[in-house]
């Protein structure tokens, strides 16, 4: 058995050759990220960009995934409205979604929240990350604190519901603090936010952020899959 995590990437600004994003991530965030969910054996990891037909979700890929990973910028309202709508639904019964950095305006998570999702933002600033509860799963591996040393502002006020656990903290040299690693149950389903990851910086080439986001694949996984894959195929055990 194994797990079918799909990675979601707008994918505009790494296509244009102006852009910072196509110089930090040539191949396209979502495959950065795929290639630091790789070290998991147990996955199994297909993309989808907004670009493809049906965004890269058709029912088939979308009935098919356990863990749906999102990142989104500038083009949320591009998403249709009936994909967001599968999307939450498929998180109701049970499907895990990991919202990264703009992701936070994203149709499918601001239907989760029910909330605006709005928070304060500016450009290019240094970003301490603090793991405030090192006993979540989502934290394990991680020391007391990230150094980002450029990274996009996100403060408070972040209009989202009461998370079930705050993991990361995100301090600014400006000043500002940010919730920055939320979790939330939906349903049947798991949330998890996550703030750093802005196109410009090479955020996800850290080392420790790619730990964090494998820990937040499995933690969002859902149950029934994990059970599957820590017991012996019955089948095994007859010969």
Known sequence: MSINVTIWNENRHEKDENHAASKVYPNGIHN?????????ENL???????????CGLPDEVLDQTDVLIWWGHSAHAEVPDSLAEKIQQAVLKGMGFIALHSAHLSKP????MGTSCTLQWRDNDRERLWNVNPSHPIAKGIDKYIELPREEMYGEFFDIPKPDDVVFLGWFAG?????????????????????????????YHDQNIQQILRNAVDWATPLARREELSCPNPASLEK
Do not use: W
């Not at 199994?44 to 049906?54: C, F, G, Q, S």
């Open 109 to 112: 998570f601001v239907r989760l």
């Open 175 to 203: 000043g500002e603090v940010f919730r920055s690693g939320c979790t939330f149950q939906r349903g049947y389903g798991k949330v998890f936010y996550f703030q750093p990851g802005h196109e410009e910086y090479p955020v």
């Open 32 to 40: 950065t990220i795929k290639e630091a969910l790789s070290m998991n």
């Open 44 to 54: 199994v990891i297909r993309t989808a960009t907004l670009d493809e037909d049906y």
